[in-house]
């Protein structure tokens, strides 16, 4: 397994090494001062260094995750509060796609679950981020809770490509994509979901996805429930 993971790890580091290469030597052997290509090769060869940013920083993410066997901050609070705070931060990047990120109906009241806040944080804002990468232009996501008895069932719902049915049990895989070209012209390292449910799982819950190509996913998690009684 390990040796399986190096060898991914080495090849998703190697695909954007090779195009800044490529372009670098470009630009060397004279590109530089070709005004037809200069800027746009220099782009490209920092479009790829973000690349190579994003992966590192999720490998370090996992390497924590791991190396710490997870040592969860659990404390009680209220989700929907979180959720919103998640929103706020990705107004940004919603908007570039004029997609509209919020909570569902019904959710006025407050779910209080207990949980590691910062690692939901995580949670949250990687299948946010998910649902707008992959989102239509002008859609919607949305952020439902359901008090389910012994636990909060969270969702995350969006309109967008959707997934086909044999990706589906694969997506939580690490560097699994199922389009290539298009979650790394979003910037996507393949890490996200595993990131999310390895946190899901250090808390002893579960993640399930649902999906229908040109209709829509929703990821689902649970978390226990915490009161507003007791930290
Ligand atoms: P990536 O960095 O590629 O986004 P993830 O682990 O976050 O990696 O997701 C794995 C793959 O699952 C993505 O490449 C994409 O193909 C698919 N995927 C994830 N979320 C969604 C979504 N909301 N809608 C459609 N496809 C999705």
């Known amino acids: 397994y390990r040796r399986n993971f190096l060898g991914n790890i080495s090849h998703e580091l190697k695909t954007p090494i090779f195009s ?12 530089l001062y070709d005004e037809k290509i200069n800027y746009d090769y220099l782009q490209r060869a920092a479009n790829n260094v973000e690349r190579l940013q994003t992966i590192v920083e999720d490998l370090e993410i996992i390497a924590r995750l791991e190396n710490e066997t997870m040592v969860l901050d659990l404390q009680s609070f209220d989700i929907k509060l979180l959720a919103l705070e998640v929103i706020e931060d990705l107004e940004m990047s919603a908007k570039a796609r004029n997609i509209t990120v919020s ?30 990468k ?34 589906l049990n694969h997506v939580f895989d690490r560097f699994y994509r199922v389009d290539k070209s298009r979650s790394r012209d979003q910037g996507g390292s393949g890490l996200g979901l595993s990131i999310v449910k390895h946190i899901i799982e250090a808390h002893k819950q579960t993640i399930t996805v649902r999906s229908t190509v040109n209709v829509g996913s929703t990821f689902g998690f649970t978390l226990a429930k915490g009161s507003a009684a007791v930290n």
């Open 20 to 31: 800044i290469q490529g372009y670098i030597h470009t630009l060397l052997d004279g590109g």
């Open 103 to 132: 909570l569902k109906e019904g959710a006025e009241k407050s779910f209080w679950v207990r949980a590691d806040r910062e690692n939901i944080r995580q949670v949250l804002t990687n299948l946010v981020v998910n649902s707008i």
């Open 134 to 167: 992959y989102g239509q232009e002008s859609g919607r996501t949305k952020i439902g809770f359901y008090d389910m008895n012994d636990y909060v069932l969270v969702e995350v719902s969006d309109n967008g490509i959707g997934i086909e049915s044999k990706h």
